[in-house]
């Protein structure tokens, strides 16, 4: 087994309904989860007037990182059906956004999976949840716990 972090965003709609559909299906789909409380920011990499609610959310899987990725991409669709990417590559708003952040201490580097994800270090809205979720977690190239690359943001 796996052990799996998650942040959950959405910034269009019902957000609040949103997070908690997400969560529902993955609970039914992997079983016992722990989740974060919830963090409201601007949107990251993106103009938009609509702010995002994110959580994070761990548990465990026997999955494997692709199958867990398109088992989270199906979860994505059944909520939010719509790209949150524009037609040339760009972030847009978007119903629900389920992203993998950390699969224990993998690394996974491929075309559709990067784990752990590229981005986390610049993105307190996952860095708070899951410093409280997993404080322990050590990145696996940089060996920063979530608190250390938080004090190195701010």
Request: overall charge negative.
């Amino acid at each position: 087994m796996s052990y799996v972090l998650v942040n959950i965003g959405s910034n269009l709609g019902d957000r609040r309904l949103n997070l908690s559909r997400a969560m529902r299906k993955i609970g039914e789909e992997f079983g016992d989860f722990e989740i974060s409380h919830v963090v409201e920011s601007a949107p990251w990499g993106f103009d938009s007037t609509h702010s995002f609610l994110n959580l994070g959310m761990s548990f465990e899987t026997d999955l494997s990182p692709l199958d867990l990725l398109h088992k989270l991409q199906e979860i994505e669709r059944s909520i939010g059906g719509g790209s949150h990417r524009t037609p040339d590559g760009g972030y847009a708003d978007r119903e629900i956004d389920i992203d993998i952040i950390a699969i224990d201490q993998e690394i996974i580097d491929l075309p559709e999976l990067q784990v752990p994800h590229p981005h986390m270090a610049e993105r307190l809205f996952v860095l708070e949840p899951m410093d409280e979720l997993a404080p322990g977690w050590r990145h696996p190239v940089t060996g920063l716990t979530p608190i250390e690359m938080i004090m190195k943001k701010r």
